[in-house]
Structures are given as structure tokens and as C-alpha cells.
């Protein structure tokens, strides 16, 4: 399998120890799913995405094999360069090799210290988890965010555990930013930002409706204003 690729732009991929990738806050963060994807097009999509207002994207392409998921992680790398962060799902080897932002690691994945010890002080790691009481355990790992779900009843997810926003409200204390996941869409996002997360991570919010673009744009809207919103607040 291959996919179309250009040389990436100047700037691109993860950044050096005095200039290290950063999370731009609301994270609106796009995971991948080329089967959903519009015509099958992820690199477009992801582009598309992007264009909309999207500053994360995760590649999650679990059945890949190891070659087709490199030459995917390539092109998005070039197409998106600069404009969003790019971590792999699971696989620091493949964000290595690309140059990737970061990798995302699942709740019984990787261990932190190696992905670290993989990619260097300056990637952005991040790790799934499903309960406050994991946000807890993974409070001292030398992550850079957790990812929490599920929130809502989701697609990806249909037998998960709902957690709702009240697990968003009782992880603050585990001092690091949280990503909200599952059955995330532009309605509830700011029911998401509002109980303090940090930003949320969606797949057929975005990548469902025929134009992502414009479904990129909505929820990063939506996501951005009630950012804009509670920090009003807060400086009250």
C-alpha cells in the first residue's frame, strides 16, 4: 500500500530540546480512521482536518502492517507539516523513524520510561485511560497528558463503560491536562471543556460528515469558545 508523499516542509516533525513540540491549548485532536474516512482518503481527510482548525492529530491504524503504517505516517507527516502535532497510536518505533511530535499509548501499553527513553526528552506523550483512579496512577509518569473515556456513549467504543463529565471534574487533581474521548461532537464539547478538560479527541465527529473541512472547523469552534469562556471565568 502506499500513499501520496512529498518532502516535508521546513520546520516539520519534532522539535529540538530548545525548541520542543508544545500543546496548544483547547488540543481539538483528530484520531484516524481511514475505513471512515471519506472515499478512504485519511491523508486528505487528516489535511482537511487540519485546514478546519484541528492542532493534534493521532494515527491509529492498529490493523497496518508495519511498512504500510510507516508509509502513512510519512505522508501525513508531509502533508500536514508544521500545523498540527503528530503522534502515532502505540508505536514510539514508527514515531521515531518519521520524526513524528510524540506517540499516544494505551492504558496497558508501552511503559512511559521507554517511550521517553525512545523519543526523547522533547516528545509529547500521552496515555489512554478509562477511570479517575487510573488518572491517579499515571499522575508521576513522564507524560505529557492523559486521555480520558469514555465520555459519552461512543461508535469506536459501543460496550465501554460511560464515564460522563463528572470523572473530566474529579481527574483535575491529578495535575495533568486531560483529553476528553468517546461520543465527543460539537454539541457536547463544551459540556467537556466546561468540567476541565484540556481539549477532546474525536473520530466520526469529524470524519463522518462528507465535508471535513467544515466539521473540523465546527468543533474546533465550539471547543475554542468554551475555552475562551472558562478562562473568562476564571480570571473573574
Known amino acids: 500500500m502506499s500513499y501520496p508523499s512529498r518532502a516535508a516542509p521546513p520546520g516539520a516533525g519534532r522539535g529540538s530540546e530548545a525548541h520542543p513540540p508544545t500543546l ?3 488540543i481539538v485532536c483528530l484520531i484516524t480512521d481511514r475505513i471512515l474516512a471519506p472515499r478512504g482518503a485519511v491523508v486528505d481527510a487528516v489535511t482537511a482536518a487540519v485546514d478546519g482548525g484541528v492542532n493534534m492529530v493521532q494515527l491509529r491504524e492498529k490493523d497496518l502492517s508495519t511498512r504500510d503504517l510507516l508509509d ?17 497510536n502505540g508505536r514510539a518505533d514508527i514515531a521515531f523513524a518519521v520524526e513524528a511530535d510524540g506517540v499516544h499509548l494505551s492504558s496497558d501499553g508501552l511503559p512511559s520510561n521507554a517511550a521517553r527513553a525512545t523519543l526523547g526528552s522533547s516528545a509529547i506523550i500521552g496515555r489512554s485511560i478509562h477511570s479517575v483512579d487510573e ?14 473515556g469514555t465520555i459519552f456513549t461512543s461508535r469506536s467504543h459501543p460496550g465501554g463503560d460511560v464515564i460522563g463529565t463528572q470523572a473530566i471534574e474529579a481527574a483535575q487533581a ?22 476541565g478538560a484540556s481539549g477532546a479527541a474525536v473520530i466520526s465527529a469529524i470524519l463522518a460528515p462528507a ?18 469562556r472558562r478562562s473568562v471565568a476564571g480570571r473573574a
Do not use: H, M
Request: glycine share 6%; charged share 20%; aromatic share 6%.
Open 135 to 148: 488518572a491517579f496512577a499515571c499522575g508521576r509518569e513522564p507524560i505529557n497528558y492523559l486521555e480520558l
Open 211 to 228: 465535508n471535513v473541512r467544515e466539521a473540523a472547523q465546527r468543533f474546533s469552534d465550539a471547543a475554542r469558545e468554551a475555552w475562551e
Open 72 to 88: 502513512l505516517a510519512r505522508a501525513i507527516r508531509a502533508a500536514i507539516g508544521p500545523s498540527a502535532l503528530l503522534l502515532i
Open 174 to 195: 491529578c495535575d495533568k491536562p486531560i483529553i476528553a474521548v468517546g461520543g465527543i461532537t460539537s454539541d457536547n464539547v463544551k459540556s467537556v471543556i466546561a468540567a
Open 24 to 26: 496548544v491549548l483547547p
